[in-house]
C-alpha cells in the first residue's frame, strides 16, 4: 500500500456521460497529480495540484476537469467521455513544493472503460 | 520540451543473465532522474532518484548510473520476479512536473 487511495479501481461507462475518480494523497502530502495512461501513450500528465491551488497543466482536454478541496483529496471530472478516452487513470502525491525536485507516490489507479 | 526515451521497448532474458535498460532524456536544466518499476495493472512504484552526471544508485540486483545525456538499469542475475515495465522519468527546471518515457516491458524466464 503507497498510502495513495484511488477510488474506484474500475469503472466502466457509456459514451456521452460523466464520470468523477476520487483520490486521497499521503498523509503530509500537499502536491497532487493526475496521470493518464493508455497502451500507445504511455503516463501522460494532466493537472497538479499544492495545496487547493491548480499549479501546473498538461495535455488535459477541456472536457476533463479537477480540483483539490481542503482536506488535500483531489477529483478528477471526466465529461462527455469518448471511447478514446479509456485508460488507467493515475493519482500521485508529493510531499515537495512546486518547485523541488522530490519523486512522487502513485496510486493504485482507475481502469476506466468507455463503451 | 522535456523528452525522454526509453530502448529497447521490450527486453526478455533468461534467469541469471545480466542486461541494461536505456534511459536518453532531453530537459531544460535536470533536477532529476527517476527510475519506477510497473506491475500490470498496479500503479508505478519508485525505485531510484538521481541527480547529478556520475552518481549512481542500487538496491537489490538494480543498479541506476546517469550520465549528462542518458541513464542506465543495469539489472544483474535477474530473477523471474523483475518481470515488469521499467519507466525513466526526468524533472526538470521550474515547475514541471514528471514527464515519463514509454517504458522498457522486461520478462525474466526461468
Known amino acids: ?115 | 520540451e522535456d523528452q525522454v526515451t526509453q530502448s529497447p521497448e521490450a527486453l526478455r532474458l533468461q534467469e541469471g543473465e545480466s542486461s541494461s535498460l536505456n534511459c536518453s532524456y532531453t530537459v531544460s536544466g535536470l533536477r532529476g532522474l527517476f527510475w519506477y518499476r510497473q506491475d500490470p495493472g498496479k500503479g508505478p512504484e519508485f525505485l531510484f532518484t538521481l541527480y547529478s552526471a556520475g552518481e549512481e544508485k542500487e538496491k537489490e540486483r538494480l543498479k541506476a548510473t546517469l550520465t549528462k545525456k542518458e541513464s542506465f538499469l543495469h539489472i544483474t542475475a535477474p530473477k523471474p520476479e523483475d518481470s515488469a515495465t521499467y519507466l525513466c522519468a526526468v524533472r526538470g527546471s521550474g515547475n514541471t512536473p514528471l514527464v515519463f518515457g514509454k517504458g522498457t516491458r522486461l520478462s525474466v524466464i526461468a
Open chain 1, 1 to 115: 500500500d503507497s498510502g495513495v487511495t484511488q477510488t474506484p479501481k474500475h469503472l466502466i461507462t457509456a459514451t456521452g456521460q460523466r464520470v468523477t475518480l476520487r483520490c486521497s494523497p499521503r498523509s503530509g502530502d500537499l502536491s497532487v497529480y493526475w496521470y493518464q495512461q493508455s497502451l500507445d501513450q504511455g503516463l501522460q500528465f494532466l493537472i497538479q495540484y499544492y495545496n487547493g491551488e491548480e499549479r501546473a497543466k498538461g495535455n488535459i482536454l477541456e472536457r476533463f476537469s479537477a480540483q483539490q478541496f481542503p482536506d488535500l483529496h483531489s477529483e478528477l471530472n471526466l465529461s462527455s467521455l469518448e471511447l478514446g478516452d479509456s485508460a488507467l487513470y493515475f493519482c500521485a502525491s508529493s510531499v515537495a513544493s512546486p518547485g523541488q525536485a522530490n519523486g512522487y507516490t502513485f496510486g493504485s489507479g482507475t481502469r476506466l472503460t468507455v463503451v
